[in-house]
Structure formats: C-alpha cells, structure tokens
C-alpha cells in the first residue's frame, strides 16, 4: 500500500528516532530519496500525530497551493470563464479528486513542476535558451529532491525545447549554444546512469508490448474524457498552429507533457495509475489553451508529408481510444458473455481495433478538406466535456458511498492484537501501522524478503490477499525455524482479505 510505504520513514523519525528502528532492515524509504515530501510528513506528524489523515492533509495542502497558483498565475492569460472551468475541472476529475487526497509523492510534484510551467507563460515568445536552461534545473532539482521519475515528464519538454532552438535558428546556432546542448545532454546521461538501478528494471518490452502499453494506458481507464479532451487538443495545435506552439515556451511544455509524456510512459512494463498523476493537469491546461487560442477556427492537418504521417498517428490514437472508451463504458456493461470477462480483451481490441482506426485516420487524412475541420473537432472537444462531469459525479459519488476503503476497523483490531514493543511485518503493515504505536516494517519481493524473517524476527506477519504477500506466506510456511501461528484476525479492506498472523521462532 503505498501510503504506508511512503510515509514509513517519516513516522519512524517522529515515533522512534529513526528512520529505521531495526538495523537489519533494508528498506530504504523515502526519507533521502524524496526529502521534500518526507520532511513535509516529519513536520505534519510533529503538529499533529502521525496518522493516515494527517499525511493525507500533506497532499491536499500541496494540492490546494497548486489550484491557488493557477488562479493566480495564469488570470491574465485566460479569460475569466476559462480560468474557472480549469479550476473546476482540476478540482473536480474524478482522478485527480482521488489522487490529491492520498498520501503520495505526486501531490508535490505537480506544485513545484506546474509553478515552473506557469513562469513560462510569462517568457518572451521565441525564446528558447532560458526555457530549455531552465528545464534542465528543475528537472535534476525535482529528481533529486522529490522523485527521480520527474525526469519522464520533462525529458519530453527538454526535446522539444532543445529542437526548437535548433530548429529555431535554421541550424545557425552559436559555438556557445553547441557547447550548452552538449553539457545538457551529457548532465541528463550523468543522472540517468547515477540512478540506472532504479530506472532500468521497470523497462522489459518489445515493440508490441510498448504499443499495447500506450494503447491501453491506465488514462483510459481512469480519466476516459479527460485523455481524450487534452490528447485531440494537443494534437491540434501542434499539427494545425505549429509555428505558434513551438513558439510560445509555456504551450510547448504542455504539449509535449501530454503527448511525449505519454507516450514515454509506454516504455515502462510497470506504469500504474499513479505514474499519470502529474501528467494530468497538463490535459485540463492544454484544454484551457486551445479554448483561449479559438481551436474551432484552427485547421487540422498540415500541408507536409511529415506533418501528414504524425497528424494520421495521433489521429489514429484519437480513434482507437474512443473505441477503448466505448468497450470500457458501454460493451462491458451489456449482458453478454464475451470471452472470460465482459467486453471485448485487450488482445482483440489490438489485433481489429487499431488497424480499423488506422484505416479511420488514413481516411480522415485522404479527405481532409471535406471531413475534418476545426469545428468538428470541437465538436468532440464538446461531447468529451459533457461526459467528464458526469463520469467524475458517478465516480466520486461510487467511492464517498462505498465501505470497503475505509481501513479503520482493520486498524483498530491491529492496535488491539499487537502489545506495545512488538512489530509486524508485511507490504500492508505500514499502512495499517498509521495512527498506532505499533512498529512496522515493509515487505515486498525486494525489501525485507520473506527469507529473510530469522534475521529480522518480527513478531506477526500481516498478510494481504495480494500476489506479493502470497509469496510471501509461501516462502514462510517453507522456512526452517519459523512457524506461521493461527490467525489472531481477519479482516477486509477494499475487497481484499487481511489477515495478521503471530511468528514463532524455534531458536
């Protein structure tokens, strides 16, 4: 559970000292890797206790300055009614109405990196070195002081930026402006390998495998209309108003954060829900912007063949994510038994659906002048604006409604099982920790491995119905000198068995 595992370190500083109260355990935390974050907890727990609600008010307090900001920064850049459906939106989606209340990393993120594309609202048009110079330094300072995975949202924008200077000069770049490109480049290589250890295991795909990741991102899933609003919107001004995109420093960010971003974000094997997080207001501000730069008087494609090939594929993109949302909300909803689950599998959209909308986008291009122009899409821009406030009442008023996330009744009967000075081990242990005396320690299959109990000899196994705790109990009930109790208690939270277990050592 990661609102556990985040905040871990920081409740042991706060309760016991350290940020490790067992010298055995190997579970770096968040404490050096996120520091910002960590010390807003510290802080947070040291005023109040340290509790599941008071890291949530962390994040809401992050979140809030950001919404602020916005307000602020950008009031003169949109009209009044513009800035306050941004408001609305960034407040409201569904997603990240969930995602600003958790205990999570990306709450900060969007604040310090949302502040810097703000200020590049107020850069000079054309101006391209301070831009990409400033990039470069709020990327190594939020990979060093937030999360290293901020560098997946800004390698995207440094690209483009550092193309556009190039680009930008028809080529005549100064000995100055090489040099600086070389070190650019060079620096973001020094950090990736300095952290290669942390990056490159999540990356474990072949080419189809990272189609099917951008196909079928977690975007589509849990923010349908708003991929759709920001990902058509992005395309469009970048293939129809090119020359002003790359120009303004601030659209180009966003752009390439929608786009790039997500489309970088397919690399990974392992991409959650929660890795889109910050990408997410990028979608409601591109939205903003092409309502503020009249998108419906815009042309869809270009006249170039490159600009033609890229307007097909994003076109293509567009298309089958209609399809995917149309298979999510409406196919696997009917009555019908279609394979093992509802709906048609993601095999089946892959292998019929995308070179159906392939042939959609190839068409699309074919008669451009006749079928497509900036009022039609607007007219998707519209129907998507439409189904997003109702998708976010239906599924925030699902989640107030529902009992099963409320992990208080598997908290107390934590507190109530466990004596004082005892310790529990698990990957839900430090969630379920939160708001006790209990003293936790994390487990997954890289930290704190189930082989590894005779040396860290914790007193209960908390065991989650989940794959990682499985093997967990697997190995344990394997182990020479360790013995699983019979459970103390069962429990559920969100629809899945919890169960604690007392350890019991031969020698």
């Known amino acids: 559970m990661d609102e556990g595992y985040k905040t871990l370190s920081a409740r042991n500083l ?8 067992h010298d055995g355990d190997d579970y770096s935390g968040w404490h050096r890797n996120s520091p910002l974050t960590s010390w807003s907890y510290v802080g947070a727990f040291r005023l109040g206790s340290a509790e599941l609600s008071t890291a949530r008010s962390v994040t809401i307090i992050y979140y809030t300055l950001f919404l602020m900001l916005f307000a602020v920064a950008m009031r003169k850049r949109y009209s009044p009614g513009t800035l306050a459906g941004g408001v609305a939106v960034l407040s409201g989606c569904a997603a990240l109405f969930f995602f600003s209340r958790l205990a999570l990393i990306e709450a900060p ?20 070195l301070m831009p990409l110079l400033s990039a470069l330094l709020v990327g190594v300072a939020l990979a060093q002081g937030v999360k290293l995975s901020a560098l997946v949202y800004l390698i995207p924008v440094i690209v483009a930026m550092f193309s556009s200077l190039i680009f930008g000069n028809g080529f005549r770049t100064s000995a100055r402006v090489n040099l600086f490109g070389l070190v650019a480049v060079v620096g973001v290589g020094i950090v990736l390998y300095l952290e290669r250890d942390v990056w490159i295991k999540r990356i474990d795909l072949g080419p189809l495998g990272y189609l099917a990741n951008v196909l ?7 923010a349908p209309f708003l991929f759709l609003i920001g990902w058509v919107c992005a395309s469009h001004l970048l293939l129809g108003d090119f020359r002003a995109t790359v120009s303004s420093p601030y659209r180009l960010a966003l752009v390439s954060m929608v786009l790039g971003g997500t489309l970088l974000m397919g690399v990974f094997e392992y991409n959650p829900p929660r890795y889109y997080v910050p990408l997410l207001p990028a979608y409601v501000l591109i939205g903003c912007e092409w309502l503020s730069a009249k998108g419906w008087r815009v042309r869809w494609f270009p006249s170039s063949r490159f600009g033609a090939g890229a307007a097909v594929l994003l076109l293509a993109v567009s298309a089958f994510s209609v399809a995917q949302v149309a298979n999510v909300f409406l196919l696997k909803t009917l009555p019908l038994a279609i394979g093992q689950e509802p709906g048609l599998g993601n095999s089946v959209m892959l292998k019929v659906f995308f070179p159906l909308s392939l042939c959609f986008a190839g068409c699309a291009w074919w008669g451009r002048d006749r079928w497509v122009n900036g009022r039609r899409i607007a007219g998707v821009v519209l129907v998507a604006a439409v189904f997003l406030p109702v998708h976010s009442v239906v599924r925030i008023g699902s989640f107030v409604s529902e009992p099963e996330f409320d992990g208080r009744s598997t908290r107390s009967l934590l507190e109530n099982a466990v004596p004082e000075g005892k310790s529990v081990i698990g990957d839900w242990a430090p969630f379920f920790a939160l708001g006790t005396q209990v003293r936790a320690m994390y487990m997954s299959d890289l930290f704190n491995t189930a082989d590894r109990l005779p040396v860290l000899r914790p007193d209960y196994f908390l065991f989650s119905d989940r794959e990682v705790s499985r093997q967990s109990l697997e190995v344990i009930r394997g182990l020479e000198g360790v013995d699983l109790g019979e459970p103390i208690f069962e429990s559920t939270y969100n629809n899945t068995q919890v169960v604690l277990y007392p350890l019991l050592y031969s020698n």
């Open 14 to 21: 706060v309760l016991f000292g350290d940020t490790h109260w």
């Open 216 to 222: 079928d991102n977690p975007l589509i899933g849990f």
């Open 109 to 128: 993120m969007i604040l310090l990196l949302y502040g810097w594309v703000f200020a590049l609202a107020r850069m000079k048009e054309k101006a391209y």
